[in-house]
T-cell receptor
């Protein structure tokens, strides 16, 4: 069983479209994250939820909206996609808030054309 | 200046070599430090934490120098399977949940 699974693995779409990425963890962890890895390989945190509550919201355009229906799921919806949104998006979880051992999903490669 | 800086490499070494990477961080209030490993087109995975006293896990040794604000990773007797990108990670403060990742140093171990 995959511990942190995200879908889809690849997403190719046109500018202006709206898309969602789903993430689920079966580790029983309290905290989930979205990270973005750009073309220069920097991983930057976007959002963090702890027990379904939004804790971290970095300076991300409000076209990006996370949703956590329960603590095992954290989805990312992106409106009006732009070329600059092309990147790999990683979902991650940690056992409790502040625990620095992150378990990452396998990533979603988003290409905006 | 980036908060966490690493030489992106690549470092090309023969099997059996010893290789060391350094990473510098700019925030002197940073509390905790880690090395993550990321294989090509895969997700990052925690390799080891870095303690002030230094720590070792098999062929891997991590060290922290708070005065000079750098951490290091030493890999002895390199294996082909060590080829990956090694990410230096810093937590600015405990319980903030905000890990700052370096760009990573790419290691290629050749036969």
């Amino acid at each position: 069983d995959t511990a942190v699974s995200q879908t889809p693995k690849y997403l190719v779409t046109q500018m202006g479209n709206d898309k969602s990425i789903k993430c689920e963890q079966n580790l029983g962890h309290d905290t989930m994250y979205w990270y973005k890895q750009d073309s220069k390989k920097f991983l930057k945190i976007m959002f963090s939820y702890n027990n379904k509550e939004l804790i971290i919201n970095e300076t991300v355009p409000n076209r990006f909206s996370p949703k956590s229906p329960d603590k095992a799921h954290l989805n990312l919806h992106i409106n009006s996609l732009e070329l600059g949104d092309s990147a790999v998006y990683f979902c991650a979880s940690s056992q409790v808030w502040g625990n620095e051992k992150l378990f990452f999903g396998s990533g979603t490669q988003l290409s905006v054309l | 200046r980036k908060e966490v800086e690493q030489d992106p490499g690549p470092f090309n070494v023969p099997e059996g070599a010893t290789v060391a990477f350094n990473c510098t961080y700019s925030n002197s209030a940073s509390q905790s430090f880690f090395w993550y490993r990321q294989d090509c087109r895969k997700e990052p995975k925690l390799l080891m934490s870095v303690y002030s006293s230094g720590n070792e896990d098999g062929r891997f040794t991590a060290q922290l120098n708070r005065a000079s604000q750098y951490i290091s990773l030493l890999i002895r007797d390199s294996k082909l399977s060590d080829s990956a990108t090694y990410l230096c990670v810093v937590n600015r403060a405990s319980n903030t949940g905000k890990l700052i990742f370096g760009q990573g140093t790419t290691l290629q171990v050749k036969p």
